[in-house]
């Protein structure tokens, strides 16, 4: 009886290892590990086992969750490149999740309001991932000449000579800024500024940066919607949101919406996938003051 009950035991102990990881912990944004496997995880172009191979995933190293797919598959960001792995080799180890915040309507407009400088340029990618403490200076320098356009025009000066303006990386550029407003874009945003200002898609010469430009720019990239906040340390702040009014205009006034009004308000296929933030705060607690916030992590969820 004693080893029939110990055979029992064991078989129930190995049905339990064997369980893949529950997808109830999964949401955009997560940090993921690969286990239940003898060296890697193929990253595939699309959720078929048939798909083109884009990378191995080594046992035990991390990714990015983005979302479920079909075929048992999930959409993940490995080191810069997006593809679809099978998902019962995903365990989740990191979500940042913490304690739920109600906010008030100020609080949601401030919060929607800086990652709104993101989607607005479709930041990260149509989905990738981003992290402040691995980010190549190209990234920083690209963000803030997109911030600058879209909410900075006075900071803007057209070039001063023709030959500046053929050096271009198009010709007919007559935009530039200088590359010291650059770098305190990146400082309020990034929290560092660039070591390598030519790391740059732009043309960069005596201190400035080149680039086409047109004075009515019009974004296609919606603003954020956030529907979910949780804060799980005294600086820190988790963010799921949604990227609303892509195609269409929008004002700054949207953001004090919540994901019911906006949904409401925009027609549906203005809704652009779901992202997550990381925002580092300065710890005191007051979510209507953005002056102070670094985004830390960005995960972008293309729809």
């Known amino acids: 009886m004693k080893r029939l009950y110990l055979c029992f035991t064991m078989i129930l102990l190995l049905f339990v290892v064997c369980i893949p990881a529950c997808g109830a912990d999964f949401r955009t944004g997560c940090h993921v590990q690969v286990v239940n496997c003898q060296e890697y995880i193929t990253l595939r172009e699309s959720p078929s086992t048939s798909a083109d191979e884009l990378t191995k995933i080594p046992l035990h190293f991390y990714a990015a969750y983005l979302s479920d797919a079909e075929n048992g598959f999930a959409r993940v960001s490995f080191q810069g490149t997006e593809g679809y792995v099978l998902k019962d080799y995903l365990k989740v180890v990191g979500d940042f999740s913490g304690k739920a915040v109600t906010l008030t309507s100020d609080e949601r407009y401030t919060i ?54 053929m050096t271009a990386p198009w010709n007919g550029s007559r935009a530039r800024v200088s590359d010291t ?18 790391d740059s898609i ?42 609303i009014g892509n195609g ?38 007051n979510l209507e003051d953005k002056s102070s916030w670094i985004l830390q992590r960005y995960v972008w969820n293309h729809k």
């Not at 356009?149 to 030959?163: G, H, L, M, Q, R």
């Not at 906006?262 to 652009?272: G, Q």
């Not at 997550?276 to 005191?284: C, E, K, N, P």
């Open 112 to 165: 929607n309001l800086f990652l709104s400088n993101f989607t607005e340029q479709l930041f990260a990618g149509r989905s990738g991932f981003f992290d402040v403490d691995a980010a190549t200076d190209a990234e920083m320098i690209q963000f803030a000449v997109n911030y600058i356009c879209s909410n900075k025009k006075e900071w803007i000066d057209e070039a001063e000579n023709e030959d500046a303006v």
């Open 181 to 198: 407003r650059v770098q305190d874009v990146t400082e309020r945003y990034f929290g560092k500024t660039p070591a390598d200002l030519w």
């Open 202 to 243: 732009y043309d960069h010469r005596d201190g400035y940066y080149y680039w086409d430009y047109t004075n009515d720019l019009f974004s296609p990239f919606g603003f954020a919607c956030l529907y979910d906040v949780q804060k799980f340390d005294e600086e820190f702040y988790s963010v799921w949101f949604k990227s």
């Open 248 to 285: 269409v205009r929008w004002s700054n006034d949207n953001c004090y919406m919540t994901l019911e009004q906006a949904e409401d308000s925009f027609d549906e296929r203005t809704i652009n996938g779901n992202g997550y933030a990381l925002i580092r705060t300065d710890g005191s607690g």
